[in-house]
């Protein structure tokens, strides 16, 4: 089922297709995401009127309209006057809405945005790991020092380990005591974690390389080096990433 926008086609997303969610907007919403973000509705398409999304999605045009506003929150579309909704190029899009970054890390054909989102990654956490070593309490340091210590016991369950490597970095971010970054970073690595070719497939010694890099952030902190627990922050996710980051397809 397609409506066709100039050069453009709008389509059911496959999961969308697949189900009706509670609120019959998120199904017209997701499926112009996908639509906008992997570049088969281009910046400054017109969507279709609301006649033609009510019968394409067969929802109200209430419905229709409220997706149109969640749109608009998400930097997708603008309404114009005379126009309608207007798709708006990517400079505008709301990269920390889960459904936005969901389609770019999906449609991330080489991998810009997982390059972008490490970077933010390195900024962030590095610095939240100083902050940490320099302001985290005992109990603090107690916690991230057990949690260590459980990685050391997952490192011959990988699948096991990466889930408590993710305690680990949280746990280092809520000792910083900066609940905005910490939001920040668990919003885009959360999202990137349910890619495959950003989580990858660790083996032992995958894992044991990371963790070896673990205890230099944890040593750091233990310290309170600051300098050198932000230091060993960025090394460690620059190293890592290397070390999983797949191969990108000629184009």
Sequence with gaps: MATEIGQATVRLAPAAAA????????????????GVVSGSIPPGAALPPESA??????????????AVKLLEAKGLVEVRRGVGAVVKDDSNWNLLDSAVLAAAVEHDANLTILDELVGVRIALESSLA?????????????AIEAIFHRLEAD???????????????????????????????????????????????????????TNSEHRVVLERILDRDATGAAQAMTDHIRSAWERRRPPVPPA
Excluded: C, K, W
């Excluded at 009706?20 to 995401?33: K, Q």
């Excluded at 100083?130 to 107690?142: C, H």
């Design 19 to 34: 189900r009706r969610p509670a609120r019959l907007a998120d199904l017209v919403v997701e499926s112009i995401v996908d």
């Design 130 to 142: 100083g902050l940490a070593a320099a302001n985290g309490s005992d109990e603090d340091r107690a």
């Design 155 to 209: 490192t011959a369950r990988p699948e096991v380990f990466i889930q408590t490597d993710v305690e680990f970095h949280d746990r280092i971010m809520a000792a910083s005591g900066n609940r905005l970054a910490r939001s920040i970073v668990s919003t885009v690595h959360g999202q990137a974690r349910t890619s495959m070719r950003y989580q990858g497939h660790p083996s032992v010694e995958d894992v044991r390389i």
């Design 53 to 66: 999304l009510s019968e394409q999605f067969q929802v109200s045009r209430i419905t229709v309209r409220e």
